[in-house]
Nanobody, 121 residues
């Protein structure tokens, strides 16, 4: 059983910062890419950022410069630092990770339950 648990969300004023964390637990042999996605009301889920096991990052173009992603492989955790937050960043943020529970087999995508981020003016 694999779980991804997000934390660090909440209410913040425009221009403020938040740091989201996502910790993986359970039966895990290895973790490949980890990432963050978000879904605002009425919108589709969209990519925020991903990070490979070796630290290569990929961002949605509109978020470059304001958001950074990092990970601690020993802690099986990824972080999303969000700065200069805007009202349009309000959404539920979901953690995603490609995890191999066992040495054999292919990586399986897992999702966290989502965490609310609300940016108010």
């Amino acid at each position: 059983q694999v779980q991804l648990v997000e934390s660090g969300g909440g209410l913040v004023q425009t221009g403020g910062s938040l740091r989201l964390s996502c910790a993986a637990s359970g039966t895990i042999f290895s973790i490949n890419a980890m990432g963050w996605y978000r879904q605002a009301p009425g919108n589709q889920r969209e990519l925020v950022a991903t990070i490979s096991r070796d630290g290569l990052t990929n961002f949605a173009d509109s978020l470059k410069g304001r958001f950074t992603i990092s990970r601690d492989n020993a802690k099986k955790t990824t972080y999303l630092q969000m700065n200069s937050l805007k009202s349009e960043d309000t959404a539920v943020y979901y953690c995603n990770a490609d995890i191999r529970p066992y040495a054999s087999g292919y990586p399986i995508p897992y999702w966290g339950q989502g965490i609310q981020v609300t940016v108010s003016s």
